[in-house]
């Protein structure tokens, strides 16, 4: 990864005993050794950054950032490290800012159903947290039992929940946050209505700290669901599978959950799903219902009705907690089998319209065809999210692969989708990003526009 250092200065021995003096030297970390899990996140990027700061505290962000603005070197905020976009990479060299050390839950308030949190809880924390109390916090990205809350808001993260539950923005009632010269700021709040005012708190949501650094989070609860009830429908076709879920949303049915794996994912996986027809299938959906144990026992039936009526080979059941946990987990392991069997691989994070699901994915074999490499589809059907994970068995390839994400993106615009779903713009993204259409590409505008 190339460091452009155009705009910022070096942190020279004076600026590095500023910047103890600043944070104290306890908190600042230069041995290579310790520098060295920094330098990358879950993206194939990687640049070593000249020092890290572990804040424990807000004053120390605000004094950090008081101080980088003086002295113009950059700094690079960094939760857990599990994004996909490079978004805490310092490219740019200078400080990566690890807020993990921030990591306390503040309070779980029952009589107002919220959560006040540090940037550096865990996902997975919080939700423990809050259900020993009979609370939901609904957000589940993949990695939700490593990535920090911050990070999930940063990244205004979502996972399967979204089609019923929405993304992180729909839970920030308000937050803490320090802007690049160092000045703390609120905004927001614990009430669930708010209509003084800009929106800042939203705004900050999803700006993937280019905004401010968020420091604390006052979050949204919910009652925990009374019970949980998951369907598996297996189908010849993937195509099939889409336009089931179209006819599962369009019948006003909501799943708490509604996954997909295409017949490449279920090559990986299907030894490990625990029923038979999965080696013939040509796609999996997964979908589950959450509320009264009585009205999902009606609702999982009658999509289970709707998967037959388009096509479904078989339709099954898994009410118990013990099989659940066993399918969400073969799911969460697809993408670590996608990487491990292939020299190339690249992960894509796109959104079309849910009525174009289908189209778009027939398209794959196409694309798979044309550019002699294979495409992996798996994701969240509810909301139209699919994450492509395009691979190749040589680096030779990788043009090939590079080019297919080109044509692909196209199609997306096209299709009036987005060019990133959850995994946000990040580094990886940024030199196409378009800032003036949210899914623009600069070279890749829509074929219709």
């Known amino acids: 990864m190339s460091l452009n250092r155009t705009h910022y200065r070096p942190i020279d021995a004076g600026v590095l005993a500023e910047i103890r003096a600043a944070v104290g030297d306890a908190a600042v970390l230069t041995d290579p050794e310790r520098l060295a899990p920094f330098a990358r996140d879950a993206s194939e990027l990687a640049a070593v950054p000249e020092l890290v700061v572990a804040a424990t505290s807000t004053e120390q962000v605000e004094r950090l950032l008081a101080l980088a603005d003086r002295r113009r070197f950059p700094v690079t905020p960094r939760g857990q490290g599990t994004g996909l976009a490079g978004g805490a990479v310092a490219g740019c060299g200078g400080v990566v800012l690890s807020l993990a050390g921030m990591n306390r839950i503040l309070a779980i308030d029952c009589a107002n159903l919220v959560a006040v949190v540090e940037p550096g809880v865990i996902n997975g924390a919080l939700k423990a947290a809050a259900r020993a109390k009979g609370l939901f916090y609904p957000p589940d990205p993949a990695s939700f039992d490593t990535c920090s809350l911050g990070g999930n808001a940063a990244t205004n993260a979502g996972g399967p929940a979204c089609v019923k539950y929405g993304t992180t923005r729909d839970y920030v009632l308000g937050l803490e946050a320090v802007l690049a010269n160092g000045r703390r700021i609120r905004a927001g709040g614990a009430t669930r209505k708010g209509v003084v005012g800009y929106d800042l708190a939203h705004l900050l949501v999803g700006s993937e700290g280019t905004l401010g650094v968020i420091t604390r989070l006052i979050l949204k609860l919910i009652p925990h669901p009374p019970a949980v009830t998951t369907l598996v429908a297996l189908f010849p076709r993937m195509p099939d599978a889409m336009r089931a879920v179209s006819a599962i949303l369009g019948r006003g049915l909501m799943p708490s959950a509604i996954e997909f794996l295409d017949d490449h994912c279920l090559s990986l996986v299907g030894d490990l799903l625990p029923f038979r027809g999965v080696a013939r299938a040509g796609a999996l959906l997964l979908a589950e219902a959450d509320g009264p144990a009585t009205v999902i026992q009606q609702q999982i039936e009658a999509m289970g009705e709707i998967c037959l009526e388009n096509a479904a080979d078989d339709v099954l059941l898994a009410p118990d907690s013990e099989k659940r946990a066993r399918l969400w ?37 196409e694309f798979e065809r044309r550019f002699e490499i294979a495409i992996y589809a798996f994701g969240h059907a509810g909301d139209g999210n699919i994450h492509l994970n395009l691979t190749a068995r040589s680096e030779s390839d990788r043009p090939r692969v590079e080019a297919a994400i080109g044509e692909l993106l196209r199609l997306v615009l096209a299709m009036g989708g987005t060019i990133s779903g959850e995994h946000g713009i990040g580094a990886v993204k940024r030199e196409v990003f378009h800032p003036d259409h949210d899914h623009h590409f600069r070279g890749l505008e829509p074929r219709n526009s």
């Open 329 to 365: 987990d073969v799911r969460k392991q697809v993408s670590l089998r996608i990487e491990e069997q292939n020299p190339v691989y690249i992960p894509e994070d796109v959104v079309v319209p849910v009525a174009g699901i289908a189209e778009f994915v027939g398209r794959i074999p």
